[in-house]
Each structure stands twice: as structure tokens, then as C-alpha cells.
């Protein structure tokens, strides 16, 4: 395939996938056109914001769904293997980034910040002991300490120990190296550097609501500008949906065979938040616990130091909530509009599926403030009710769809990528932990959707992820190597 050739790309959606696949693939082929509308004043409003999401870097250093215990009792670790791959290639892409002056201060957006596992009682004790054993000799997760030593936990979490009571069974792990991210802030700083290359035009308050398929694979594009009400038309050879929540009805627009028997369920997260400097100063971790026996992954109870915008704060939860609208910003009819004749008994058979998770949910919903008190004083024992703050995060849309294996509207925990058979369209679906692994998403986009470009531009992936066609879980040497130079680059050793 030709280098020089000219394609047409549009991006809809200013969130941090559209901005890393816009950066990206700048980066690998700077002469072709990338448009990107947006219905919102600015990039990173919607789940990307600042505060719609934990910020946790996702490298499943601490997060306990990643390493499931099987029914032998051993510990399943190969999606934790997986998941810190996939962050170490998002680190290198924003260390290249850095080096080469594309966007600069990346202490902005990643702090170094301990990443720990914390568990109560003695089920989840010998888990985690369990699991900390299947680690240790990873040299992905070196330096995995784990102890039930109360004064050695209060060293690690002092504001978690605080008048802590001393009849349940308690263990924690910890990992140093790492990270809160502000996913707001990077994709600001993406969407600027895109917009800084040549042939590049970012469009906000432009909403996309209509496509055709033209011949030779084309595709026209409908945008109204949302200042004008005036509806214009562009034509594109590829397109990349990565609208957080709205990704699922506009996939349906364009009508591919693959948005037929799909469907999302939206689900709200909510925090409790503190910013008093006197509690803040006493926990410097990410803390996640174990979800509650027959919830899903998300429901993951943490706390979390965040630093935002200059400004230190807590987060725990998430509590989830459910409503009608698939973005903060949205309608309370996209629930109802998403349903048609394709997908309703998919999402019929969802909703009979998983009766405990619409449960769930609705008791989340009903949660009064005291409740939700009850649940962090699991965590903080000591915590005051003046201190803490309820805020509403991001939306997330919980893919649900059909598959051999699962049968009719199996729900879809995580991210999920949806191409065209003829590779024009593709969208990015799901949840956490797409912002982590943004990079690796787009790799896979790259691999699967241009696959006679690939040779052609393997020397510069290369050099913006040094190790590209490597495996990081058996090159230990090239592990080592990559993650001090992104350390260095992105200002991680020191704290």
C-alpha cells in the first residue's frame, strides 16, 4: 500500500481514546486527514473528566479482579500479566511524547502514588496471601510486599488503621511503583497535540448524527454545528467511534451487521470525596478492596488519593447508580432510543440474566448518605460525615450482546472493540480499563483494521513503543529497560 495515498479519518468523540488514536496515528502517517467532532465546548468532558473516574492507573498492581481464584484454590494470574503489559505500552507512547516536546509537564497528569490491596476477614486473607505468592517471582510485580502485621499496615495506611477494631482478620499488599493518573488532563494534552499537526482540525460542538456508505468503501458523515444548527457533510474513508457512552447508538446509525444484537446498559458511579487537608495528608495510596460476593468487577470498593489540578483529595466507592442516560451530558431517552428489533431480545434476556445486578444497582440508587458512610467506615474507620462529600462521576455503558459460548444478552464487563468487516468503521465500547490501556487499544485497531499498512509502519511504532512485537512478560531485561525510561521521561522516580 502506497505511503504517499491520502486517507480521510474521522474521530468522533474528544474523550482519551479518540485522542490517542488521533495522536497515534498522526505520529505513524502525518499526510493523511483527521477530523474530529465533538458535541461538547472542549475535550474530556464526558468519562474522561478530570473527576469521572478513579484516576488509577491500571496496571493490576492492587485491583483483585484481575487475579481470580479458581476453584482449586490456586490464583489465576494472566490477566494481571496482561493488564500491566498493556499500561507499560501506554506509558511508553506518553514518554515518547514527552521526549519528542509534543506535550510537556507530565507530572500534570501521572503522579507516582503506592498501589495496595487491602482485605478483611479470613477468606479473603488466604486469598491474598495466595495471590501475593503468585506474584512475587513475577518481575512484573517485583517488590510485592504483603503483611497482617497491624503496626506495619498502619505504616502503609495510617488513615485506615485509625481506631480500627482488632477482632476481624486484616492483610494488605503494596506496590510503590504505582500511579494516579488524570485522565482529563492527558487527553487535554493530546487533543492539543493533535490539533498542532498538519492536516488535523478538531471540531467541538459538532454533533455527528447521521451516515451513508458511499462506493468504494466510503462513508458520508452528517455533523450539525451545534451554534448554528447547520448540518454539513464529510466524506471518510475510515471511522473511528470512541463517544464513551454514545459509541453504542451511533454504531447503530450506521446500520454495519455488526450493531445489530448489541445493546448497553448505563450505569452512573458515584464517590465520596474529602478535601479536608488534615485527613488527606494521612492516606498516600491507592487502596482497593474485594467486591461484594455476586457483584460485578466495578463495584470494587477503593480509596484513592488523587491529585488533580494542583488540588490533593480522597475518593472512595464507586457506588453505582442507574439511569436512562448513556452520558453525564446525555438524554434520559438514549436508553429507550438504543432499543430495536435487533437487539431487544438480547436485551430482554440480559435483564433476566442478571436480576442480582439490576438489584444491586437499585439498592445503590436508594443509598442514603449514612449508608454510604457505613460502607467507607469499612475503610476509614474514623471518618466523619462533615468531611465527605457526595460526587457524580462519569457514565459507563455496560456492553451486552450475544455469543456462542454465553448465549443471548451476555453483559460485557470491560472494554470491547466492534470493526466493520470491510474495516472502515470501528468503535470502542466499555469500561475500565480502556483510558489505561488506550494505547494497546489503538495498536489493536492498527493491527486488525490496517493490515497492509502494518510492515510499512512498524519502524516508527518502534520507536514510539520500543516494545512493540516483544513480550514484556518474558523479556525481563527489555521490562526493566522500558519502564526506566518511561520513569525518566514521565518524572516518576521521584516523588
Known amino acids: 500500500m502506497s505511503q504517499s495515498e491520502q486517507k480521510d479519518v474521522i474521530l468522533i468523540g474528544a474523550g482519551v481514546l479518540s485522542t490517542t488514536f488521533g495522536s497515534f496515528l498522526k505520529e505513524i502517517q502525518p499526510n493523511w486527514n483527521v477530523k474530529l467532532f465533538e458535541r461538547l465546548d472542549g475535550p474530556a468532558q464526558e468519562s474522561s473528566y478530570d473527576t469521572s473516574n478513579a484516576g488509577t492507573g491500571h496496571a493490576a498492581l492492587c485491583e483483585l479482579n484481575y487475579t481470580v481464584e479458581q476453584p482449586d484454590g490456586s490464583v489465576d494470574v494472566e490477566k494481571a500479566k496482561e493488564i500491566n503489559e498493556e499500561f507499560e505500552i501506554s506509558k511508553q507512547f506518553w514518554a515518547h511524547l514527552v521526549k519528542t516536546n509534543a506535550i510537556s509537564n507530565p507530572r500534570e497528569f501521572i503522579t507516582p502514588l503506592p498501589h495496595i490491596s487491602f ?70 494534552k493530546l487533543a492539543k497535540n493533535l490539533e498542532s499537526h498538519d492536516n488535523a482540525e478538531l471540531n467541538y460542538r459538532h454533533e455527528v448524527i447521521g451516515f451513508q456508505q458511499l462506493g468504494y468503501k466510503k462513508w458520508e458523515v452528517e455533523v ?51 478535601k479536608n487537608p488534615e485527613v488527606v495528608k494521612e492516606h498516600d495510596a491507592k487502596a482497593y478492596g474485594k467486591e461484594p460476593p455476586g457483584t460485578p468487577p466495578m463495584t470494587v470498593p477503593h480509596l484513592d488519593r488523587r491529585y488533580v489540578r494542583g488540588e490533593k483529595s480522597l475518593l472512595f466507592g464507586p457506588f453505582a447508580a442507574i439511569g436512562p442516560k448513556f452520558l453525564k451530558h446525555g438524554s434520559n431517552l438514549d ?25 444491586y444497582s437499585i439498592q445503590q440508587l436508594l443509598m442514603k448518605k449514612e449508608d454510604r458512610m457505613k460502607e467507607l467506615r469499612r475503610f476509614v474507620p474514623s471518618a466523619k460525615d462533615e468531611d465527605w462529600e457526595l460526587h457524580i462521576a462519569g457514565k459507563r455503558v455496560q456492553v451486552i450482546k450475544d455469543t456462542p459460548e454465553f448465549g443471548k444478552g451476555f453483559i460485557q464487563f470491560g472494554t470491547e472493540v466492534v470493526h466493520s468487516k470491510d474495516h472502515t468503521v470501528v468503535a470502542m465500547l466499555g469500561e475500565s480499563p480502556g483510558a489505561s490501556t488506550s494505547v494497546s487499544v489503538a495498536l489493536d485497531i492498527i493491527e486488525q483494521n490496517f493490515p497492509s499498512y502494518v510492515e510499512a509502519w512498524t519502524p516508527k511504532i518502534k520507536e514510539m513503543v520500543p516494545s512493540y512485537g516483544q513480550s514484556l512478560i518474558k523479556d525481563t531485561d527489555l521490562l526493566h529497560k522500558v519502564r526506566q525510561d518511561s520513569a525518566e521521561a514521565l518524572d516518576l522516580n521521584k516523588k
Open 335 to 359: 436508553l429507550f432510543r438504543s432499543l430495536n428489533k435487533d437487539n431487544i431480545l438480547t436485551m430482554t434476556s440480559a435483564g433476566l440474566k442478571n436480576l442480582p445486578l439490576v438489584k
Open 119 to 188: 482485605v478483611q476477614g479470613i477468606r479473603n486473607v488466604q486469598f491474598l496471601q495466595k495471590r501475593y505468592e503468585a506474584l512475587k517471582d513475577l518481575p512484573m510485580f517485583e517488590g510485592i510486599e504483603f503483611t497482617q502485621d497491624r503496626e506495619k499496615l498502619a505504616e502503609w495506611m495510617p488513615l485506615m488503621m485509625k481506631d480500627r477494631k482488632e477482632n476481624i482478620a486484616i492483610a494488605a499488599s503494596k506496590i510503590n511503583e504505582g500511579t494516579d493518573v488524570n485522565f482529563g488532563e492527558l487527553t487535554r
Open 224 to 274: 450539525r454545528n451545534l451554534d448554528d444548527n447547520t448540518v454539513s457533510t464529510h466524506v471518510a474513508d475510515y471511522i473511528f467511534i470512541g463517544a464513551g457512552g454514545a459509541a453504542i447508538p451511533l454504531l447503530q446509525k450506521t446500520k454495519i451487521e455488526e450493531s445489530k444484537n448489541l445493546g448497553g446498559f448505563p450505569i452512573s458511579g458515584a464517590f465520596l470525596v474529602c
